[in-house]
């Protein structure tokens, strides 16, 4: 039988191996992940080769041009000024609020005041915008309805605007009335 400080050396024995075998499969890790940072020529250049069924052989193809000019970069849509969030809104929609039979308050489109030619959406007046809808919480308002902003075809909602009575108040209090004809124009 071995003596309790004999079974704690092997135990330590252990443990320093493991801890070892740890430290060398975290630099192994380290060093494939530093590899092609350090060697870049040889891993770009297997990307600008193709492989042609003709000769049966690889091919260099020319890399495309590349832009001197800097160009700035695109603004997220929500950054836009309204005129632009208008002119490159696919889909603009007016929910009000309604309460549903849960209690939620549910957002049902009731206007569409822009629609894109070709534009896919999957709303139409009387449907219930999901994302916007609610269930009312105590000291919180969202207002009497929002406006959905929607990009792209399928459209998908990209800002919305909740208003009170007949005001955006995101939009400097602006009457909703002003805000329908700015989409008209």
Not at 14 to 23: N, S, T, Y
Not at 93 to 108: F, H, P, T
Not at 158 to 163: E, F, K, P
Request: net charge negative.
């Amino acid at each position: 039988m071995k003596s309790e400080s004999e079974l704690i050396r092997v135990a330590v024995n252990r443990l320093v191996i493991a801890i070892w075998v740890a430290v060398v499969a975290l630099l192994i890790n380290a060093v494939v992940s530093i590899i092609p940072w350090m060697f870049v020529p040889p891993y770009i250049s297997q990307f600008n080769q193709s492989w042609s069924v003709e000769s049966g052989e690889y091919q260099e193809n020319f890399p495309m041009p590349v832009s001197t000019e800097r160009s700035e970069p695109a603004r997220p849509f929500y950054e836009l000024p309204l005129e632009e969030k208008i002119e490159q809104a696919s889909v603009i929609a007016v929910a009000e609020y309604r309460e549903g039979s849960d209690g939620r308050m549910q957002a049902i489109i009731t206007d569409i005041l822009k629609k894109e030619p070709g534009t896919v959406s999957y709303y139409d007046v009387g449907d219930e915008h999901p994302g916007s809808s609610y269930y009312p919480m105590e000291g919180r308002s969202h207002g009497d309805g929002v406006i959905l902003f929607f990009t792209g075809s399928p459209a998908r909602m990209s800002v919305s605007m909740t208003y009170r009575g007949e005001r955006i108040s995101s939009l400097g209090d602006m009457p909703l009335s002003l805000f329908r004809e700015k989409c008209g124009e």
